[in-house]
Nanobody, 118 residues
């Protein structure tokens, strides 16, 4: 089992930055694919970014060039650095992990709210 706890959300003005953290406990996290998703009321959960155990990354088009996903396996933590934030980035952000390295994520955090004011 892997437990995921997100932190770092909050209220920020448009153009500002936030860094989200996802701390993992339990099984060896370094072998897991990790990702960030986000969700707004009435909409489906949306993929934001992912990072493989080897450090390869991919992003949804709307955040490319503004968001950076990274991981520190020694700290069992995944980060999402969010720059040039826009009001449309407002959402609850969730951390997820996949124990088999696929895009089928079987572990989820509880979410952290990010609100970007215009």
């Amino acid at each position: 089992q892997v437990q995921l706890v997100e932190s770092g959300g909050g209220l920020v003005q448009a153009g500002g930055s936030l860094r989200l953290s996802c701390a993992a406990s339990g099984r060896i996290f370094s072998t897991h694919r990790a990702a960030w998703f986000r969700q707004t009321p009435g909409k489906e959960r949306e993929f934001v970014a992912a990072i493989t155990p080897s450090g390869s990354t991919n992003y949804t088009d709307s955040v490319k060039g503004r968001f950076t996903i990274s991981r520190d396996n020694a700290k069992n933590t995944v980060y999402l650095q969010m720059n040039s934030l826009k009001p449309e980035d407002t959402a609850v952000y969730y951390c997820a992990a996949s124990s088999d390295g696929s895009i089928s994520y079987n572990y989820w955090g509880q979410g952290t709210q990010v609100t970007v004011s215009s």
